[in-house]
């Protein structure tokens, strides 16, 4: 469960009664996509469905089996967000706000680079003031992935930026191969590896080109700097798993 701190209110009235459950605000939009295949019980703040949600009143059971023909909860909860209203306050608006735009600026920094500068990642702090310049304005309660085609579009002018991928392939001595290629393998898709006959670990992955300073930070700290690695150009001929 989340807390109360976390949880929006849904509210569905019919045949003159008010039904308000408490759930988390993404997983409320999903259901209401008829998108979410999670747990409910992971979701929501409390296993009830309440008449006033802030004073703790419930329902009669009577009502709730006319209208929605059970009185399980976890049956009734999707039925009040799919059918209801979500309902959020100022603040909760703006802390939804707050998060998503973290969230957004996350997402471009990590998947776009400069192609100005031979595609150097953007600083979050570049991708921030060029959201600000943009006027773009996070919408608290769509998806970040629903709203990244139009942040690009609006950044565009503003700073040269593309989504991209880049593939490297990385070779490990020995004395780091072990520990080191279980880091490396989980950074991306790991396109191929091969165990080499000295015990030194050849890797070749793809993930987001605006992850590639992380990447090399990665792969210095679990090889004291001693692995060697090739960026892979599109003319290269690699071998998929």
Excluded: C
Aim: a negative charge; aromatic letters at 6%; hydrophobic letters at 35%.
């Amino acid at each position: 469960m989340i807390s109360l701190d976390e949880a929006v209110t849904a509210r569905l009235e019919s045949h003159g009664e008010r039904f308000e459950v408490l759930i988390d605000p993404d997983a409320a939009l999903a259901i209401k996509r008829g998108e979410f295949d999670g747990d409910l019980e992971d979701v929501i703040a409390a296993e009830d469905v309440f008449e006033d949600a802030s004073r703790g009143d419930r329902p009669p059971e009577d009502a709730l089996e006319e209208v929605f023909g059970t009185t399980d909860t976890l049956e009734i909860i999707p039925q009040v967000v799919e059918d209801g209203e979500i309902q959020i306050t100022a603040e909760q608006r703006k802390e939804m706000q707050e998060q998503k735009h973290k969230q957004l600026v996350q997402h471009i920094t990590r998947n776009a680079v400069n192609p100005q500068m031979d595609d150097a990642p953007h600083p979050p702090e570049r991708i921030e003031n060029a959201l600000e310049e943009a006027g773009f304005k996070v919408d608290p309660m769509e998806p970040v992935e629903n709203q990244v085609d139009e942040a690009l579009d609006l950044l565009r002018p503003v700073i040269p930026i593309r989504f991209d991928e880049m593939t490297v392939a990385v070779q490990v001595p020995p004395d780091y191969a072990g520990s080191a290629q279980a880091q490396i393998r989980q950074f991306g898709d790991l396109e191929r590896e091969e165990w080499q006959s000295d015990g030194s670990w050849v890797g070749v992955i793809t993930f987001p080109a605006g992850m590639q300073n992380e990447f090399y930070d990665v792969v210095n700290e679990h090889t004291s700097g001693e692995a060697e690695t090739r960026i892979i150009s599109d003319e290269d001929d690699i071998p998929t798993r």
